[in-house]
């Protein structure tokens, strides 16, 4: 199971929708809808907001969203506010041994 | 409401062992599994290891197997994991995570605020 590739900085301004990458290969994110994407905010425990490529977590407004290419799976958020400044990872798993992380994203609302 | 709490961490040296706990509230502990997951110092999550629900089944990172242990007492509520020959490669805030299923689904639903384990001389 190889490391997925996530770009290592975003930014956007309040109001608009930026997405977030997380590239696998044919036989993970390709294959399987097994993504999960995780916010994680300086100082605090990281929390869920999607899983099953495109499920939200409870509690998760619905400005988050995922979606899939090829090998390629997004988190976007839509109407970004300063709150959502943290850093992203994204994660695969089939549901046993291993579990991947992406090497995260730090987004930054300008 | 689900709650995860880390503790245990602290400063050992490079060879040195240290256990990590976690303490379990507001969920049925003894019908989830367990993980434990870590950020070195500017790097991102790493997952560590996995326990089942009634500890039969085990996963562990390939650079920890054979140093590492994971454990569980579900009368107690209470997760842990033993560290031993620590390098200072370990050096890390540990999270404890909670999964959604008794033998590993692909996600985490919960997570801890971590216990920060740092290995140096």
């Known amino acids: 199971q190889s490391a997925l590739t996530q770009p290592r900085s975003v930014s956007g301004s309040p109001g608009q929708s930026v997405s977030i990458s997380c590239t696998g290969t044919a036989s993970d994110v390709g294959a399987h809808n097994y993504v999960s994407w995780y916010r994680h905010q300086p100082g605090k425990a990281p929390e869920l907001l999607i899983h099953?490529?495109?499920r939200r977590a409870s509690g998760v407004p619905d400005r988050f969203s995922g979606s899939k290419s090829g090998i390629t799976a997004s988190l976007t958020i839509s109407g970004l506010q300063a709150g959502d400044e943290a850093d992203y990872y994204c994660?695969?798993?089939?549901?046993?041994?291993?579990?991947?992380f992406g090497g995260g994203s730090k987004l930054t609302v300008l | 409401q689900v709650q995860v709490a880390e503790s245990g961490g602290g400063v050992v040296q490079p060879g040195g062992s240290l256990r990590l706990s976690c303490a379990a509230s507001g969920f049925i502990f003894s019908d989830y599994g367990m993980h434990w997951v870590r950020q070195a110092p500017g790097k991102g999550l790493e997952w560590v290891a996995f326990?089942?629900?009634?500890?039969?089944?085990?996963y562990y990172l390939e650079s920890v197997k054979g140093r590492f242990a994971i454990s569980r007492d579900n009368f107690k509520d209470t997760l842990y994991l033993q560290m031993n020959t620590l390098t200072t490669e370990d050096t890390a805030v540990y999270y404890c995570v909670k999964d959604p299923g008794r033998d590993g689904w692909s996600y985490f639903d919960h997570w801890g605020q971590g216990t920060l384990v740092t290995v140096s001389s």
């Open positions: 994660c695969f798993s089939e549901g046993s041994y291993p579990w991947v």
């Open positions: 099953a490529l495109s």
């Open positions: 326990i089942g629900n009634d500890g039969k089944k085990e």
